[in-house]
């Protein structure tokens, strides 16, 4: 904030002649900055525009916070409503396992239980949550151990690299024994309906 812009002082004659160097410092902090615009930005939070405490730098945490509940709020508002969602889903402000539940059932008695317990008001029981897709894991395959022995090696030692056919099998086998351990990630385009709050909270 506050630009300033440096000088420096270049020999001239007998004496030295003072010009402007080309670059900002910001007035509160003195880093020096390549444009007048960008030091004029420093040391202001770069969502509110405020001034922010000594030490932090870019934004606010609270201000980058709320800009990432207001999108997700906007992303969940969009999502459309499906009914037929069956497994996993998520829900940004809270669920059994850091957001994420089995079910939609799972995640309506979390939120049951946190509201009767008092953790949590009944106006913040989610309307939606968002489904989420399944991941399943990557198929390693032979091709991904020949580019790993030849990226560093000569030039074209890919085509000379030799595949048993054991070690195909053996990938088979490896994929076919891991393909259960699935990532569940949300799907930003899909909600599903929260049942009613059943019991009153007490
Ligand atoms: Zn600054
Ligand atoms: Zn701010």
Known sequence: MNPVELLVAKPAGHGERIEPAGVFFCSKCRRV???EHDAGQ?????????ELPKGENY?????MMSAYR???EAQLASARVVTDHEGFVFCEQGGPND?????IDEMAEWWQDEIDSGDRGRDEYPEFVLACMVRPPRQVDADDLVEMLAEEGYEDMH??????DSLKDAL???NDANKNLVTYEPDYKRKVKMP??????C
């Open 172 to 174: 088979k086998e490896f």
């Open 99 to 103: 957001g994420y539940a089995q079910d």
């Open 196 to 201: 009613e709050l059943v019991r009153s909270s």
């Open 33 to 35: 900055w390549p444009n």
């Open 42 to 50: 420093c040391c202001l939070c770069s969502y509110c525009g405020k």
């Open 70 to 72: 207001k999108r997700h």
């Open 59 to 63: 934004h606010h945490y609270e201000c």
């Open 159 to 164: 085509d000379d690299v030799v595949v048993p």
